[in-house]
């Protein structure tokens, strides 16, 4: 080869291609996206999360928690991601967009973590009737729109699924696009407040637990968790982070965070074991990893319990919102 | 000089001439002394710490108890110490040094600016030093590939920065008009290394980009680091050290453009194949599939390039350290890819995309293909530094039985292990822990295979030492693998 200017043009140009081409374009596409809300701005999904649930992210992330567990869920008609309950539907770009840092992992020596948070039992008064209802509202609409790919902009939900009438209003931005009634009813799962809603409590698809142990997916079980694996789950091959708690002599009252441990793993008579700061903010980062909240981008996916008629809409096989955004290399 | 232009070993008919040429090459290559030497005794001493580390990760995975509870060597933090060690610790520095040596060569001028070296070897090693203690400590970013915290990002940026400007300068000084295949390469990982760095650092933390974004930045960053930064190096040292070993030219150039350029474009667009089927526009992912698939085009060219060349001296792989080492890296290569495109494919991708065959994946192009070239290139370039031929044929010939068996034991285990868990994990029937069961005993195999690999670095670091120390050899035949009968010539 001859000449220097072809090669430095080619090894710039063919640079230059590729990070135009996978992150300045997709930034374009869906690097700017807005929460979706009703049109009273009061159903806003998903919402900016609270100070302890940022810090949790820090201590995951320095932790190498995303080595071995992913924050993804896969669409039914590629995975049985929904089938192992680890959502209700897939996840879709919004779902993450005041994460920072993103955590969608490429392991799973750990399940999948992207709703850990819905799993959570519910409090006190059930939100039963009103969330069931919540949860088939998008899917029923969307089976209406399901033979019209949406071809409109980046960004705009297909058929803006909660709208009743089934044409999508052209090149309407979801953030502020109609949502069906039935979505409002749904509490919001801000904050790093284990309230969260899920649409699935009713039927209970998960499992809830178990003798000597605090509920499942508890605050205070995700505490026993990281603290003694082992005691939980004895084959599990999750490290023990005894280094988030702290040991100490009871003074006075049992602390009533202190963790309920049995068996080898309980500290000895008058001792106790209380989380630090850093496994509060863990946990509470965990209890806010919830995305079932219905998306107008995706559809919720069939399996949905409790609430019959909400059997998976034919849809071809689309990819969701952002797949639709013009390009002609959408598969299928 | 042939029309090639690659510095062959001349014919004994053109004595005189050839004295010449020899006596410029030991210049050039004496001038090169300090700064490569300094390059290779950091990046032995990083691999030797990586190696610890990825024995305690290994086993830690199957025997989560082992060394627990404690802050800094859990296994979390572990994991991505390694990884980040022999990223920018071992195979950066042994890149760059193997790359600074071919640079000086094939420039024909003696070494300029060796300050401009040295320093960046320094405040690499110092970035990588205090990155992986924050790491440790656990300031980790959370960003695969791109743990180190910020601040270790600038002193790594300046470093290169010194690095990338030398590699520049020497080549605006070359000697000659033709520019040799490996000087695509090198000149291509220089630049590209530089850019992908500010890019990543960029869009992730001066501006950073919004939600999964983040994560396509890390993978697009993560791939091009492997292809255009770690396999350039590789490919252009395979460019050379193959035709200079055997002395023969390369078939043909024109193979040779073809490769090179197909290479730059499609691999720098894999990058999305590590999130299939994820949270993202489906032709993101789509482009990065159809890239992958026609990466078998350089892996096409360049296979058969090599082949070509080598066609007939294939023999001499029984004596040559350098060419064993080379030509296992550049077959490595092809397998590498070919198993990138059957997993990226979304059918496959679908059960093996959370599985260890990632893992099998990255280990198959850092090791098995750029590291056992730089081994390779090493066992060549290090006596022309030192003055002495390298002291055991049979440790060299231990060392690469040892990592060859341990890279193909690993390779497999994983990649066995990791369909079963991924068969699993897609199986609703079967409980999540089945997934992780059925992979334990192959991830005990793997702990196996890393046993051979730590076996093999430290012999070879052990060789190493020897050499630094001057207890090499004093003779003017490099050390062989076997025996030479009587006119095998060979090189070295």
Redesign the interface.
């Known amino acids: 080869?001859?000449g220097?200017a072809p090669?430095?043009l080619?090894?710039?140009g063919?640079?230059a291609?590729?990070?135009v081409?996978?992150?300045v374009i997709?930034?374009w596409?869906?690097?700017?996206?807005n929460p979706q809300s009703d049109e009273e701005g009061t159903e806003i999904y998903p919402r900016p999360q609270s100070g302890m649930f940022a810090r949790g992210?820090?201590?995951?992330?320095?932790?190498?928690?995303?080595?071995?567990h992913?924050q993804?869920v896969?669409?039914d008609y590629?995975?049985?991601d929904i089938?192992?309950k680890w959502g209700n539907r897939?996840?879709?770009?919004?779902?993450?967009?005041?994460?920072?840092?993103?955590?969608?992992?490429?392991?799973?020596?750990g399940?999948d973590l992207a709703n850990i948070g819905a799993r959570a039992p519910a409090p006190e008064e059930s939100p039963a009737p009103a969330s069931a209802a919540a949860l088939p509202a998008p899917a029923q609409a969307a089976s209406p729109s399901s033979g019209t790919p949406p071809a409109t902009a980046?960004g705009t939900s297909p058929a803006s699924a909660g709208s009743p009438n089934a044409s999508p209003p052209p090149g309407q931005r979801t953030g502020i696009a109609s949502p069906s009634p039935g979505q409002m009813a749904n509490a919001t799962p801000g904050g790093s407040s284990p309230a969260a809603p899920s649409a699935q409590t009713p039927s209970a698809p998960w499992p809830i637990q178990t003798a000597g142990l605090p509920p499942m997916y508890s605050a205070a079980w995700h505490h026993v968790h990281l603290y003694a694996?082992?005691s939980i789950?004895p084959?599990?091959?999750?490290?023990?982070?005894?280094?988030l708690y702290e040991k100490r002599r009871i003074a006075g009252e049992r602390s009533a965070e202190a963790l309920q441990l049995s068996g080898s793993d309980a500290p000895p008579q008058g001792w106790e074991v209380v989380p630090t700061y850093d496994a509060k903010c863990v946990v509470a980062y965990l209890m806010g990893l919830n995305q079932s909240h219905p998306l107008k981008d995706v559809r919720s996916a069939g399996g949905a319990p409790a609430t019959g008629g909400a059997s998976p809409p034919a849809v071809q096989g689309a990819?969701p919102a952002?797949?639709a955004?013009g390009?002609?290399?959408?598969?299928k | 000089m042939n029309t090639t232009g690659i510095p062959l070993k001349d014919p004994a008919v053109s004595a005189a001439a050839g004295d010449t040429e020899q006596l410029e090459r030991a210049y050039i290559d004496a001038s090169t002394r300090v700064p490569v030497l300094m390059f290779y005794t950091s990046a032995i001493a990083w691999l030797i710490v990586g190696t610890v580390l990825a024995m305690v990760v290994s086993f830690?995975?199957?025997s989560?108890?082992l060394l627990?509870?404690?802050?800094f060597i859990?296994?979390?933090?572990l994991?991505?110490a390694h990884m980040n060690v022999m990223v920018y610790g071992w195979a950066s520095m042994a890149g760059m040094g193997t790359a600074v040596w071919l640079m000086a060569r094939l420039c024909r001028v003696t070494l300029r600016f060796p300050l401009l070296l040295a320093a960046g070897a320094v405040f690499w090693n110092v970035g990588v030093l205090i990155g992986v203690g924050a790491i440790l400590l656990?300031?980790?970013?959370?960003?695969?590939w791109l743990e180190f915290p910020r601040y270790v990002a600038v002193i790594l940026f300046v470093a290169y920065t010194l690095m990338a400007s030398w590699a520049v300068l020497m080549f605006r000084y070359r000697r000659g008009?033709?520019?040799y295949i490996t000087q695509?390469y090198l000149?291509?990982a220089f630049?590209?290394f530089p850019?992908?760095y500010a890019?990543g650092q960029l869009?992730?933390f001066v501006v950073?980009?919004?939600?999964?974004?983040?994560?396509?930045?890390t993978w697009?960053y993560a791939n091009?680091l492997l292809f255009?930064w770690f396999g350039a190096i590789a490919l252009g040292t395979a460019y050379y050290m193959i035709p200079k070993v055997i002395g023969r030219p390369v078939y043909s150039y024109h193979l040779a453009?073809i490769g090179f350029?197909t290479y730059?474009?499609f691999s720098?667009?894999t990058?999305?194949t590590?999130?299939v089927?994820?949270?993202?526009?489906?032709?993101?992912i789509?482009?990065?599939i159809?890239a992958t698939i026609l990466t078998m085009i350089p892996v096409a060219t360049v296979g058969l390039n090599h082949h070509l060349t080598m066609q007939g001296y294939f023999p001499l792989m029984r004596y040559s350290p350098t060419l064993r080492f080379t030509v296992f890296g550049a077959m490595s290569y092809t397998v590498f890819s070919i198993i990138g495109v059957l997993i990226s494919l979304?059918s496959v991708a679908?059960y093996v995309?959370?599985?260890?065959v990632?893992?099998a994946y990255t280990h198959l192009g850092l090791y098995a293909f750029f590291t056992m070239t730089i081994f390779g290139s090493m066992y060549y370039i290090v006596p022309r530094l030192v003055g002495r031929e390298w002291r055991y044929g049979s440790l060299i010939k231990l060392h690469f039985w040892a990592s060859a068996y341990g890279i193909g034991l690993m390779t497999l285990m994983l990649l066995a292990g990791g369909f079963l868990q991924g068969a699993n994990?897609?199986?609703?029937g079967l409980p999540?822990?089945e997934?992780?069961?059925s992979?334990?005993p192959y991830l005990r195999g793997r702990s196996l295979a890393g046993i051979l690999l730590t076996v093999s670095h430290f012999i070879f670091a052990y060789h190493f030492g020897l050499m630094l120390l001057g207890l090499g050899r004093t003779s003017t035949v490099p050390t062989f693998l076997n025996p030479v009968e009587a006119e095998t010539s060979g090189g070295h």
């Open positions: 080869m001859k220097l090669l430095f080619g090894i710039f063919t640079f291609f590729s990070w081409g996978l992150t997709p930034n596409q869906i690097g700017s996206l992210g820090h201590v995951y992330a320095a932790n190498g928690c995303v080595y071995c992913s993804q896969r669409a590629i995975a049985d089938e192992r897939r996840s879709a770009p919004r779902d993450y967009i005041f994460e920072r840092p993103v955590f969608l992992g490429k392991m799973r020596m399940q980046p694996p082992r789950n084959d599990s091959n999750m490290p023990a982070y005894r280094f990819s952002p797949a955004g390009s002609p290399a959408a598969p | 830690k995975l199957h989560p108890d627990s509870g404690i802050s859990t296994w979390g933090r994991r991505p656990g300031d980790s970013t959370g960003f695969q008009d033709q520019i695509w000149l291509g630049l590209w850019w992908l890019a869009m992730l950073p980009v919004q939600g999964v974004l983040q994560s396509a930045v697009w091009n255009l453009t350029w730059a474009l720098s667009w990058g999305m590590r999130l089927d994820g949270p993202f526009p489906a032709w993101m789509t482009a990065s159809a979304r679908s995309n959370f599985t260890q990632s893992i994990l897609e199986n609703p999540f822990s997934s992780i069961e992979v334990l």
